[in-house]
């Protein structure tokens, strides 16, 4: 096998991880977790037996799925039985299995406790702490007066699991782009648990084997499920990269090195349930209710919505939000979606966001343009055959009309541009990737900052060159790719005829690309054919996307 067809097989993988959610892709994960635990409990290979396995399942979904479809519709918010599965699929693995009748009865209480939390211990549309490490807490501490209830166990600490774990969590930690985050994480506490360990046998006089103690805290401990599938949970999620760290590397001590707390300590869950306390602080004012003002339209195919803010909201242009659209049967993609925020900070309480309405993929490489271009392949927009069957979330939000409510929970990002205004930027946009560089400049122009900023603007027509006017406004140099030459460019926007955008393009018509931070929005195809121009660069900084 090439490693060209390598690369498109990878690529097609991306693609399809990409068409599930980030819940539908964990809840799938979980499940495979769960056949291989039962399996390996027919072979003895983990503590809970197989029919303890099934009936400690069994009531947890049941439990969190009645909790939840109650809850839901004495709130009348629609059913999301996901995140019902979800919760107790890790719970499974946290919670001690059993077929003892009180132990069930610790179980179902667990679930109905992880439940309840997402409703009662949430602000503005987010979860203050994870449901999961709620509900194993409540058991645990239930567990001091009556026993027979059952605690956490974290059974899922073997050997035997830790490479399904590893593999599962990697793929589920790619989608959701927290790699980073987990891997600080895992670092802090692995190396804390060591230093922990080497003490206590130093200090009891026992031979200290740095190699063994390695892999006791790394792979026969919790920390790689409570990394892949609890940590990262995106509604307990503080909304930049350096906070989330932050954030990792606390709750890696706690994990590490555990606090005594009266009859419990501050380790696994409840170390988790502290980091939520830190990363909720850090994202107080991100989640906010707005009202749709207006639809409008960008281009042909690039819708706008105006939104207003029920109050002020924190972020940062170039940052992107999740929008929640509640409708009946959603699809694998699920009910939330990220849109880049296209207005700036000054003009809240408006927030905007647009989207490509046609079915299409992203736009490709332009090829040279003749004198008089003829379609191209590579230009088109959209595939060459039928238009796939839109999204349930496409089709519910093009069913949102003005006056209307939704919940934005969350802002995150940190497609942010450089804090010193003197650092000269590149910005490569491809088709609908010019949204956040829109929210930049409308920032840059209300704020009046002077930045040296050169868009490389890629469409798959001069009709499809979205938000001219708000670029316009900016005054900065535009080179422009499209199949056909854009109508009354102004002096300091270029059309480059005759130039194809990939590496060598791309360096040829930023001849002092060496000399700025780029960023750049498209197609992770698109970019990772812009790679070597682009790491020329001072630095990059990517927003590759897949559609949604």
């Given at each position: ?22 819940y ?8 495979a ?35 939840d ?19 107790g699929?890790?719970l ?120 063994q ?43 590490g ?61 170039g940052?992107y939000?999740?929008l ?39 736009p ?28 349930s ?86 080179v ?17 005829e ?25 197609p ?25």
């Amino acid at each position: 096998m090439t490693f060209s067809s390598l690369t498109g097989l990878w690529n097609r993988v991306l693609q399809l991880l990409g068409r599930a959610s980030m819940y539908r892709l964990t809840l799938c994960a979980l499940a495979a977790l769960t056949v291989i635990a039962l399996v390996l409990s027919v072979f003895g290979l983990v503590s809970p037996q197989p029919l303890e396995l099934v009936a400690t399942l069994v009531v947890l979904m049941a439990a969190g799925v009645a909790v939840d479809s109650v809850a839901q519709r004495a709130l009348r918010l629609p059913h999301r039985y996901e995140s019902s599965l979800i919760t107790g699929g890790i719970l499974l693995f946290v919670l001690r299995p059993t077929l003892e009748p009180a132990g069930l009865a610790g179980i179902a209480l667990a679930a109905a406790a992880a439940s309840v939390s997402k409703y009662v211990l949430a602000w503005r549309g987010r979860h203050v702490f994870n449901p999961a490490a709620i509900g194993a807490t409540a058991l645990t501490l239930l567990s001091v007066a009556w026993p027979d209830l059952g605690a956490s166990a974290w059974w899922v600490g073997s050997s035997a699991l830790a490479a399904p774990v590893a593999i599962a969590g990697l793929i589920v930690l790619w989608r959701t782009e927290k790699l980073r985050m987990v891997a600080v994480f895992l670092v802090v506490a692995v190396g804390v648990a060591v230093f922990r360990l080497a003490a206590q046998l130093q200090a009891a006089g026992a031979v200290v084997d740095s190699g063994q103690l390695l892999s006791l805290a790394l792979w026969s401990s919790p920390v790689l499920f409570l990394g892949a599938f609890m940590l990262p949970e995106p509604l307990t999620q503080p909304p930049r990269r350096w906070q989330q760290l932050v954030v990792a590397a606390f709750v890696g001590v706690l994990v590490g090195w555990p606090i005594d707390a009266g009859p419990v300590t501050l380790g696994q869950e409840r170390a988790l349930l502290v980091g939520n306390l830190l990363a909720f602080a850090f994202a107080l004012r991100t989640a906010v209710r707005v009202t749709l003002e207006k639809r409008s339209d960008a281009t042909a195919t690039v819708r706008r919505l105006t939104f207003r803010a029920s109050r002020p909201v924190r972020f940062v242009a170039g940052q992107y939000l999740e929008l929640d659209v509640p409708h009946p049967h959603p699809d694998a993609r699920g009910t939330r979606r990220e849109f880049s925020i296209v207005s700036a900070p000054e003009d809240l309480p408006v927030i905007e966001i647009a989207f490509r309405e046609a079915a299409a993929s992203a736009p490709e490489h332009p090829a040279p343009a003749p004198e008089h271009p003829a379609p191209a392949p590579e230009l088109v927009e959209g595939p060459p055959h039928p238009a796939p069957k839109p999204s349930s979330y496409k089709r519910a939000l093009a069913q949102v009309q003005p006056g209307d409510r939704l919940a934005v929970t969350g802002v995150w990002g940190d497609f942010v541009l450089p804090r010193r205004e003197l650092a000269p930027v590149l910005m490569v946009a491809a088709g609908i990737g010019v949204t956040p560089f829109v929210g930049q400049l409308r920032h840059m122009t209300l704020a009046r900052e002077d930045r040296d900023v050169v868009l490389v603007y890629v469409a798959s027509s001069a009709s499809e060159l979205a938000f001219r006017a708000d670029i316009e406004a900016s005054g900065i140099p535009v080179v422009v790719f499209t199949r056909d030459r854009p109508a009354a460019l102004r002096s300091n926007w270029v059309w480059a005829e005759g130039v194809r955008l990939d590496a060598e393009g791309l360096a040829r018509v930023v001849p002092d690309i060496d000399a700025r931070h780029a960023y750049a929005s498209g197609p992770a195809g698109l970019l990772a054919d812009l790679a070597p121009a682009l790491a020329k660069a001072r630095s990059v900084t990517t927003d590759a996307f897949s559609g949604y």
